[in-house]
């Protein structure tokens, strides 16, 4: 049978051009629609539009293609200007030296590495592209960084060697057609291990090269089954890897991989009874290694577990009763940072490898860390720090001679903020609600953050779901949640619905296979409580999402649309079939493994059922549907198939499809006008003239 997967790959073979080239995904998904079309006429079914991206209205050279999205009046453009130039700086990496620090920012329309040499000091920008720059790691010993990159949002990233030392430009390492990422280095700074899909374009496989001769890459551990697999630390001597084998968000297993006979053994993890594992790193000894599970309970902890075979793991962390996410290791291997997940805000341990003592550091500010990394020298920790008043920002720790002492936190760059008095921002209130099955074994309550105007109500509300699904809603800083709160005047819920990440694997898991609607009725749940909160408008609802959240946005809107006013999809699953045939080849296995398998009779006749395409007719609110056109994760088909159906039973739909990004929009060209559109829908459908 003829398939879509088979003419792209048929075209990718006969023109030669690599994946991410713009000229080739419009190719491609101009056949893909043909076949489409094709497809539903042979079954008899209402052909789509064939080409559903020429828009009314082209904006950014043509990037931007808009349906039915009126214009956007300059007075709306002045008004959101200040919260369209707020700006944030990631911490990356240390310099060799450990003087300096490595950046994330953006002073043009995307972000780019920049050095920073002292705290509060200027931003020297190292990139110049025209894409954003990805994950950065820095040569053990040594000035050079690699850095990945794709080209317009598709996702197939390439690996890079740059030396900000020197003025050369930056070299690509990988071949420019497969997908790369998930960069260790070597403890000599020589070799990197690197996964990638080059062997077959869908399976990730683990590879190594030396980095001054890319043509020494070679494939270290083939994909078995076609899951996930990626390294994560080399042993001392580099001749052994911890490796990760992803196969879903509650089963991932860690191996011992010796890199030159290629075989493997099994150290954490259960086929047959799934846990998550996560390495962290070798122990100073190189009897052991240090990683994160779920093994022993409910929750993630950090734990140690000898190299020997048989071993069990030593947990540390198992009286914090919540995840533990993420970490660092010193150079020397002497101590660790750990991250605490506590009800969506971060706290952070110092720990003593050798004692395994640990303590919580108090000098840093309630908010979200990320991005920890230990100074070569040992005396410092950088980290990113984002509250829901202050954007990320790159801070540094001063540490203690002993392991456990650390001293003040330093910020050392201060992001722009537009202007705006950020002090006056809201910040969120964490609230819990009841839903349908709380008194029949579901969960007790639902866990939700709230924005409220600071002027009385009762306010219009936009609930604002996330992706995943095994995603959280966290307290970080939004320039777009207080956009809608001071210039719209309405409230904000982020709710973590069941299936949920941050609260343990058991609620995580309570959305999947045949029950997946059921985190949609924690959504009608929502509705309901909203009606019982005064200060809260239920003649007046909107539901905002994108991915999985858009998804769960379409089906809100299938089951209460008689008690909303409009939605906004972003880059959503319209139809969980089609999306599972159409997404690319490297994630496909990963996301069967979270929805169900589409190819099982039973799984497709659910998944059909429960799909917002299936029950298009109940939708009847206004709905603006922003896409991408190189999606690689939810492909455009699911955007236009969607819009195509709503617009056939004569609902309102504005269309916003972007030609050069993918999963969510990157470049702040388009960011603007999406978030100005929006601002628009809401106010016509939302609000309307009462506010």
């Known amino acids: 049978m003829l398939t879509t997967a088979h003419v792209v790959v048929d075209l990718r073979q006969a023109v030669g051009y690599p994946r991410g080239s713009n000229y080739l995904q419009s190719l491609e998904q101009t056949v893909k629609k043909i076949i489409l079309l094709f497809a539903s006429l042979i079954m008899g079914l209402a052909p789509i539009s064939l080409f559903a991206e020429i828009s009314h209205t082209e904006a950014n050279n043509g990037n931007l293609k808009m349906q039915d999205v009126p214009e956007i009046p300059r007075s709306v453009v002045v008004s959101l200007n200040r919260y369209q130039n707020v700006r944030s700086a990631g911490f990356l990496d240390w310099s060799e030296d450990s003087s300096g620090i490595f950046v994330s920012t953006r002073f043009g329309d995307v972000s780019q590495v920049h050095r920073v040499g002292r705290a509060g000091g200027a931003r020297q920008q190292i990139t110049f592209f025209d894409e954003p720059v990805g994950g950065l790691q820095r040569q053990p010993g040594g000035s050079k960084m690699v850095f990945t990159m794709d080209a317009g949002g598709s996702e197939f990233s390439q690996i890079f060697l740059l030396d900000p030392i020197s003025n050369d430009d930056a070299v690509m390492l990988t071949d420019g057609e497969s997908r790369n990422g998930s960069v260790v280095w070597d403890r000599l700074g020589e070799n990197i291990a690197f996964r990638s899909t080059r062997r077959n374009g869908a399976s990730n496989d683990v590879w190594m090269m030396n980095v001054s001769n890319p043509e020494t890459a070679h494939m270290v551990l083939e994909s078995p089954d076609g899951t996930y697999w990626a390294a994560s630390d080399f042993s001392s001597d580099n001749s052994q890897l911890l490796v990760l084998n992803y196969v879903g968000n509650a089963d991932s297993r860690i191996h011992l991989l010796d890199v030159a006979s290629g075989s493997m053994r099994l150290l954490a993890g259960d086929p047959d009874t799934p846990s998550s594992n996560f390495p962290f790193a070798f122990d100073r000894e190189g009897t052991g290694f240090w990683y994160i599970t779920d093994v022993k309970g409910d929750f993630q902890q950090l734990a140690w577990q000898s190299l020997a075979k048989g071993s069990e793991p030593v947990m540390l962390t198992a009286d914090i009763p919540w995840n533990v996410e993420t970490g660092a290791i010193s150079k020397d291997r002497s101590r660790a940072a750990f991250a605490v997940n506590v009800d969506g805000l971060s706290r952070i341990y110092l720990l003593d490898l050798a004692s395994r003592e640990f303590v919580p550091v108090k000098v840093i500010p309630t908010g979200l860390v990320g991005g920890m990394e230990f100074s070569p020298d040992g005396t410092k920790l950088g980290l990113t720090l984002n509250t829901s008043k202050t954007p990320s920002d790159s801070f540094v720790l001063q540490l203690g001679k002993k392991a456990l002492k650390y001293g003040d936190l330093v910020r050392w760059t201060h992001s722009e903020v537009g202007g ?272």
């Open 420 to 691: 705006l008095d950020t002090d006056s921002f809201i910040e969120p209130e964490l609230v819990h609600y009841p839903t349908f099955d709380s008194n029949d074994a579901g969960p007790k309550r639902i866990p939700a953050w709230l924005y409220k105007p600071a002027k009385k109500g009762p306010h219009p509300v936009i609930i604002a779901i996330h992706g995943g699904p095994e995603s959280q809603a966290r307290p970080s800083f939004s320039s777009t949640y207080q956009i809608w709160l001071q210039k719209l005047g309405v409230a904000v819920i982020r709710p973590n619905v069941r299936g949920s990440s941050g609260y343990g694997k058991h609620y995580m898991s309570l959305d999947n296979g045949f029950k997946r609607e059921d985190s949609v009725r924690d959504i009608g749940a929502l509705l309901d409580w909203i009606a019982t909160q005064p200060s809260l408008d239920e003649g007046r609802v909107a539901v905002f999402g994108g991915s999985y959240g858009g998804y769960m946005v379409l089906a809100s809107a299938v089951h209460y649309s008689d008690r909303l006013k409009a939605a906004v999809d972003v880059v959503g699953i319209s139809n969980f079939v089609t999306f599972l045939e159409n997404t690319q080849d490297y994630r496909r296995d990963l996301r069967r493994a979270e929805y169900g398998d589409e190819r099982e009779p039973a799984m497709r006749a659910h998944l059909q059922s429960i799909s917002p395409l299936t029950n298009i007719d109940r939708i009847k609110i206004p709905m603006l549907v922003v896409q991408g056109q190189n999606d690689p994760r939810v492909p455009v088909t699911e955007a236009i198939q969607v819009v195509d159906a709503l617009r056939k039973q004569g609902q309102r739909v504005w269309y916003m499809n972007a030609m050069n990004e993918g999963h969510g929009y990157r470049k702040k060209e388009n960011r603007d006008i999406y978030q100005q559109a929006t601002m628009m829908f809401l106010q016509q459908h939302l609000v309307g003239n009462s506010q």
